[in-house]
């Protein structure tokens, strides 16, 4: 009998260490029930983890309990709380301090090249703009945290800021500003979504807007921070190396980057000086250029 109780000792506490071994993924769940930027990604680092299943385990993904924004992510990151343990977003000197990237550009760089939400009758004027100067003279709506907001104050542009991201759209329809930069998926993809809230919203059909800039996953710097860490990154070198990660990326982004036209708009350069040294530019397969 007592040879049964230890068996049974010890197959519980093997249960119960499996258990804990497991890899837990928590992502922030959004503030706003019509942002969808995120899904992409979260859908990537899914089939990321389930790429390393026979070599780490199971594991469980699931959105937070709590919705927050990323600062408060951030926040929760850098304390250890457990509310979030990974999110992905755009990258800087000081995320890249502060919390542990996962330098695999997740969105292929495509985050770099700029197009413009407008008013549609601000049209007609950036028809004329030709010149960098005349760019620099609309001014350019942006959240508080982003990392853009730095970017584009230091490439010269006037930034409003706002602190809710669907206000934001609200903001350029009352003309707080003129100009709001998004991504060329994310100014298409949100401009479809809000086309009936706010009639007035359109695409800008001529401009185009380029600074070097990436999305990471980023991690806590503790120890199961860098846990997380290593299989993510090895799930992610996976879907390079068999065409998963391309394919999930032209799955999702291919038909919008068509609709976009980029080859044929006016390009402009500001520079990124908060990219950090360690940014794996070298890697060509990491990044996606639309207009090569």
Known sequence: MRCLYRILAVL????????????????????????SRYRYDYELLRLALEATRDSHGAYELRPSDEAMNQARTADELARGSGRVTIFARSTSIEHEQRLLPIRIPVDKGLVSYRLFLIRADSQSRLDDVRTLDDLLRFSVGSFVT?????????????VITGDNYDGLFRMLVAKRFELFSRSVDEALRECDERRAELPDLAVENGLLLYFPHTR???????????????????????????????????????????????????????????????????RRELWYDPLR
């Open 146 to 158: 982003w990392t853009d907001t730095q970017v584009l104050r230091r490439g010269g542009f006037e």
């Open 12 to 35: 519980l506490t093997c249960g119960a260490f499996a258990a804990a071994a497991q890899t837990v993924a928590i992502y922030p769940r959004s503030l706003s029930t019509t942002d």
């Open 216 to 282: 990471y996953f980023f991690v806590a710097r503790h120890g199961d921070g860098q846990r997380l860490a290593a299989r993510v990154e090895a799930g992610l070198e996976q879907l390079i190396r068999d065409g998963r990660f391309d394919a999930h990326f032209l799955q999702h982004k291919g038909a919008l980057i068509e609709r976009a036209k980029l080859k044929s708009r006016r390009l402009f350069r500001i520079d990124n000086p908060l990219l950090s040294p360690q940014t794996p530019l070298a």
